[in-house]
Structure formats: structure tokens, C-alpha cells
């Protein structure tokens, strides 16, 4: 039990098509983070929360959108995407944005773009 | 160009002797490393951290060294155990804005029963 719960696990889709992934922390957080992990790369940040402001965005293409309701949800909106945007996409969260503070990762959402 | 190199992309150890991680980066700006750990379907765990005004940190069986000098950090595990077998990834970045974790691209260690 991580605390961060990502869903779905695993997720395929079409180019064309519009999807969402979401996360979600039960530890009490105020931070909260979209990672990328391409076969053979090192783990690349996308985006930054912090008390539900968008605090980075990682030049990151406008085919993500992300959106943090409030401290405990983070949703990862897809559409148009392409097949390098295959990956690993994990989820994590942090008491604070910074100040020393390790992050708590999920399981992660495998997406495989056709 | 990578800023957090792990240059062994993986590590093989007997059971209870020593595994010794490696990594190096370039930014002398980072002053606050981590390590963590990560098994097959699941997403990473953090392990340890140091911040540059040390040079050594120590938890459990887990030390992490920092030479800032060469900017090298490296993880020891002492002794191995097969549940250690894994990747581990380091991680830097600088205290003030430690939000933003750059990521070596890990070291696959197995430790050997």
C-alpha cells in the first residue's frame, strides 16, 4: 500500500482518442507531481502542484492537460497523443512542494498509444 | 545531456557482502540527493537522502556517501539481501526548489541467494 493510487493500471488507445488518468494520495499532502518514464530514460517531471496551484509545467506538449481539483486528486488529461508519448506515467506527492521533502510515488499508468 | 549519471545499468552481489551504487552528476547548483528504490510494477520508494552540508548518511543497513569535490554520490548496502534486488535510481536536485528531482536512469542490482 503506497498511499498514491493510480488509475488505471494499464491503458491503450488510439491517437484520435480522449482519456484521463488519475491519481489520488491518502497521506495527507499538500504536493503533488506527474512523472514520464520512456523505455530506457530517466524518470522526467511534467507538471507541479502545490496546494492545488500549478507551480511547473515542464515543457510539456499542450496534448497533456493536467488538473488538481483539490490537494488529495490529480487528474492527467490525454488527447491527440502520439506513439512516443508511450510510457510509464507515475504520480507523486509530497507534504510540500520542496524544502527537502522526498516524494511518494504510485504504481504508475502504462499507456500504449496505437 | 544528463545531469544524473548512473553509469553501471546493473550490479550483481553475493548475498551479505557489500552492493556499492553509483552516481555522478554535473550541476554543481544540486545540493540535496536521494535514492530510491524500485521494484517490477511498482512505482519508486524512497530509501535515503543527504544534503551537501554532510557528507555521509546513514539508516539501517542503507549509507549514502557524498564527494562534492567530484560530485559523486554513491549508496552502500551492507550486507545485501536478495529482497534488495532492484532498481535503484538517484535523484538531485537543489534544496531550494527540491520539487524538481532530476532522475539518473537507475541500476539494476540483483543480489545472489
Known amino acids: 500500500e503506497t498511499g498514491v493510487t493510480q488509475t488505471p493500471r494499464h491503458l491503450v488507445m488510439g491517437m484520435t482518442n480522449k482519456k484521463s488518468l488519475k491519481c489520488e494520495q491518502h497521506l495527507g499532502h499538500n504536493a503533488m507531481y506527474w512523472y514520464k518514464q520512456s523505455a530506457k530514460k530517466p524518470l522526467e517531471l511534467m507538471f507541479v502542484y502545490s496546494l492545488e496551484e500549478r507551480v511547473e509545467n515542464n515543457s510539456v506538449p499542450s496534448r497533456f492537460s493536467p488538473e488538481c481539483p483539490n490537494s488529495s486528486h490529480l487528474f492527467l488529461h490525454l488527447h491527440t497523443l502520439q506513439p512516443e508519448d508511450s510510457a510509464l506515467y507515475l504520480c507523486a506527492s509530497s507534504p510540500l512542494a520542496g524544502a527537502g521533502q522526498p516524494q511518494h510515488f504510485g504504481d504508475g499508468t502504462r499507456l500504449s498509444i496505437l | 545531456d544528463q545531469q544524473v549519471k548512473q553509469n553501471s545499468p546493473s550490479l550483481s552481489v553475493q548475498e551479505g557482502r557489500i552492493s556499492i551504487l553509483n552516481c555522478d552528476y554535473t550541476n554543481s547548483m544540486f545540493d540535496y540527493f536521494l535514492w530510491y528504490k524500485k521494484y517490477p510494477a511498482e512505482g519508486p520508494t524512497f530509501l535515503i537522502s543527504?544534503?551537501?552540508?554532510?557528507d555521509k548518511n546513514e539508516d539501517g543497513r542503507f549509507t549514502v556517501f557524498l564527494n562534492k569535490s567530484a560530485k559523486h554520490l554513491s549508496l552502500h548496502i551492507v550486507p545485501s539481501q536478495p529482497g534488495d534486488s532492484a532498481v535503484y535510481f538517484c535523484a538531485a536536485s537543489v534544496l531550494s526548489s527540491s520539487y524538481k528531482l532530476i532522475f539518473g536512469s537507475g541500476t539494476r542490482l540483483l543480489v545472489r541467494p
Open positions: 543527504i544534503s551537501s552540508i554532510k
